[in-house]
Structures are given as C-alpha cells and as structure tokens.
T-cell receptor, first 112, second 114 residues
Framework: GNSVTQMEGPVTLSEEAFLTINCTYTATGYPSLFWYVQYPGEGLQLLLKATKADDKGSNKGFEATYRKETTSFHLEKGSVQVSDSAVYFCALTSGSARQLTFGSGTQLTVLP | DSGVTQTPKHLITATGQRVTLRCSPRSGDLSVYWYQQSLDQGLQFLIQYYNGEERAKGNILERFSAQQFPDLHSELNLSSLELGDSALYFC?????????????FGPGTRLTVL
C-alpha cells in the first residue's frame, strides 16, 4: 500500500535559518506528491505539489523536488521566518486511490 | 479562505450519541473527501464522494456514514459515539477527483465526546 515517512519533529530554528524537512514515500504506480501546512487552529493549506518525476514545486520561498530514484520529496526553504511556524505534512495520491495518504507531520517553530 | 465550509466548528456531546457534520465544497468541485485527525492516528482518510456517489472508502467505522446531496454538499454521520471518536474532522473538495487534483480543506469540526 501507500505510505509516507516524514522526519520526526519538533524542529526549532532561528529566524533566517535554512530549513529541510525530509519526506520519503512508498507508492504503487506514479504518485502525485504534496506538502500541506497547518497553522495553529486552522485547516490544512496546500503549500506546493509535484505530479511527475523531476518536477519542482515551489511557493512562498518553499521548494520540493520529486525524486523518483530516491522516492523522496524533501521540503526546503532558504530563510525561515517566525510566521512559518506551523505543522507541515507530506502527502501523496497514487493509482486508483484519489485520497491523500499523509505523513505524521513535522512541527516547526521559528524563534526570533 | 479555501472556499470549503464546515459546520459546526465545535461539537461537544456524550458517549452513545449521534452527530452530523456538514460540508459545502468549493463552487464547481464535484468531489468531497472526509478525513479524521487525531493525536494517535494522525490524518486518516475516511470516505470520498464524487457527484453524489461513493467513490472510495478508507478506515471508516461501520458506525460512521456519509452522503453527498444533489447540491453537492456532504454530511458525515457519526453514531454510537465513543470517547475515542474525539478528533478533528476535515472535509476537502477537489475537481474531477483525479490523482493530480489539489484537495482544498475546510477549517474542520472539532468533536469532543465526553
């Protein structure tokens, strides 16, 4: 079946630090890959997505590249801000399964 | 604002009771997905509807059921509630329901079973 493994949290960084959150996946067929973000007390918002190998998704300074050879979709940002503090979820859809399979989430706290 | 609305925002009830959660998808979206978020299970897919018909089922308990109406809004019914059903329930909507579709999430309904 499909599964997503995310870097364990929580992650605490200082403002302007470099961020990497690791995500690897197991899927049948050719999955589409997503990063969602959940701010405190809110629902999930799509951060970025990639639908085929070597695609790079990007949004708000965040980037992730779909790596088929390593089955990975790591999230990166060059300089984090306090406002980036949230929980980040890696997810996929694959094959006939239209539903999202989520990783366990990574709590990010950015300190001023 | 994702354009997906969910009501109510909070629900507090007792064990053994039944509740109904409501979701209105984004204008034009035909698919509705229900997810449960809990501390021990994380985010889990429950069920999907597409244009009124059930399309996929996940880890949905037999005590839970859902439907999608002709106006495309959806309801999730939870009955014989147990303490372990306390969780955040999210609805998401998408277009044609394909695997490249983006799913847009509502703000969620927080259910507390006492």
């Amino acid at each position: 079946g499909n599964s997503v493994t995310q870097m364990e949290g929580p992650v605490t960084l200082s403002e302007e630090a470099f961020l990497t959150i690791n995500c690897t996946y197991t899927a049948t067929g050719y999955p589409s890959l997503f990063w969602y973000v959940q701010y405190p007390g809110e629902g999930l918002q799509l951060l970025l997505k990639a639908t085929k190998a070597d695609d790079k998704g990007s949004n708000k300074g965040f980037e992730a590249t779909y790596r088929k050879e390593t089955t990975s979709f790591h999230l990166e940002k060059g300089s984090v801000q306090v406002s980036d503090s949230a929980v980040y979820f890696c997810a996929l859809t694959s094959g006939s399964a239209r539903q999202l399979t989520f990783g366990s989430g990574t709590q990010l706290t950015v300190l001023p | 604002d994702s354009g997906v609305t969910q009501t109510p925002k909070h629900l507090i009830t007792a064990t053994g009771q039944r509740v109904t959660l409501r979701c209105s998808p984004r204008s034009g979206d035909l698919s509705v997905y229900w997810y449960q978020q809990s501390l021990d299970q994380g985010l889990q897919f429950l069920i999907q509807y597409y244009n009124g018909e059930e399309r996929a089922k996940g880890n949905i308990l037999e005590r839970f059921s859902a439907q999608q109406f002709p106006d495309l809004h959806s309801e999730l019914n939870l009955s014989s509630l147990e303490l372990g059903d306390s969780a955040l329930y999210f609805c998401a909507s998408g277009g044609a329901g394909g695997i490249t579709d983006t799913q847009y999430f509502g703000p969620g309904t927080r259910l507390t079973v006492l």
